[in-house]
C-alpha cells in the first residue's frame, strides 16, 4: 500500500480514491497493535524494485514449469492490458491491478516516451479547445 499511496500523487491520482488502501492501512494498524513493525514511508526505490520484481520477465534459469513464470506471465498481460489509459475505477479494483495500472503509466514514461508525448500534447490541444 505504501509504494502505490507514494506513486498515484505523481500518476495525477489521489490515493484516498484507492478503497483498497484503506484496508491496507487498517491491516498495518492491527499488525503495529499486535506489537509489529510497520514502516511508515516506502524505501525510496521500492517502486522500482517492486516493478522490476514482479512484472519483468523471469530470470532464465527459471523452468518453463516453475509457477513463477505464470506469474510473471499474469502480470504481464495485466500491465498490457492497462496501457494506453483505459479507464479505470480506483474504488471497486484490486491493490494488483491497481499496481498493474501504475506500472502501465510508468511503462509508457520509461519505454514509450515518445507515445507519452504524442498522447500529452493530444490531451493539452483538446483542453486547449
Same mark, same amino acid.
Given at each position: 500500500?505504501?509504494?502505490?499511496?507514494?506513486? =498515484?500523487?505523481?500518476?495525477?491520482?489521489?490515493?484516498?480514491?484507492? !478503497?483498497? =488502501?484503506?484496508?491496507?492501512?487498517?491491516?498495518?494498524?492491527?499488525?503495529?497493535?499486535?506489537?509489529?513493525?510497520?514502516?511508515?514511508?516506502?524505501?525510496?526505490?521500492?517502486?522500482?524494485?517492486?516493478?522490476? @520484481?514482479?512484472?519483468?520477465?523471469?530470470?532464465?534459469?527459471?523452468?518453463?514449469?516453475?509457477?513463477?513464470?505464470?506469474?510473471?506471465? !499474469?502480470?504481464?498481460?495485466?500491465?498490457?492490458?492497462? =496501457?494506453?489509459?483505459?479507464?479505470?475505477?480506483?474504488? !471497486?479494483?484490486?491493490?494488483?491491478?491497481?499496481?498493474?495500472?501504475?506500472?502501465?503509466?510508468?511503462?509508457?514514461?520509461?519505454?514509450?516516451?515518445?507515445?507519452?508525448?504524442? !498522447?500529452?500534447?493530444?490531451?493539452?490541444?483538446?483542453? @486547449?479547445?
Amino acid at each position: 500500500g505504501l509504494v502505490l499511496r507514494d506513486v =498515484l500523487p505523481e500518476l495525477g491520482v489521489d490515493p484516498s480514491q484507492v !478503497k483498497m =488502501l484503506s484496508v491496507c492501512d487498517e491491516a498495518a494498524e492491527e499488525l503495529r497493535m499486535l506489537g509489529h513493525d510497520v514502516p511508515d514511508r516506502p524505501d525510496p526505490n521500492c517502486w522500482e524494485l517492486s516493478y522490476l @520484481a514482479f512484472v519483468s520477465n523471469p530470470p532464465s534459469d527459471v523452468p518453463d514449469d516453475d509457477p513463477r513464470v505464470e506469474r510473471f506471465n !499474469k502480470l504481464n498481460r495485466m500491465v498490457d492490458a492497462y =496501457l494506453g489509459d483505459p479507464e479505470i475505477d480506483f474504488g !471497486k479494483v484490486s491493490l494488483m491491478q491497481v499496481f498493474c495500472w501504475c506500472a502501465a503509466r510508468l511503462v509508457e514514461r520509461w519505454w514509450m516516451p515518445d507515445e507519452a508525448d504524442e !498522447k500529452a500534447e493530444t490531451e493539452e490541444d483538446f483542453a @486547449a479547445d
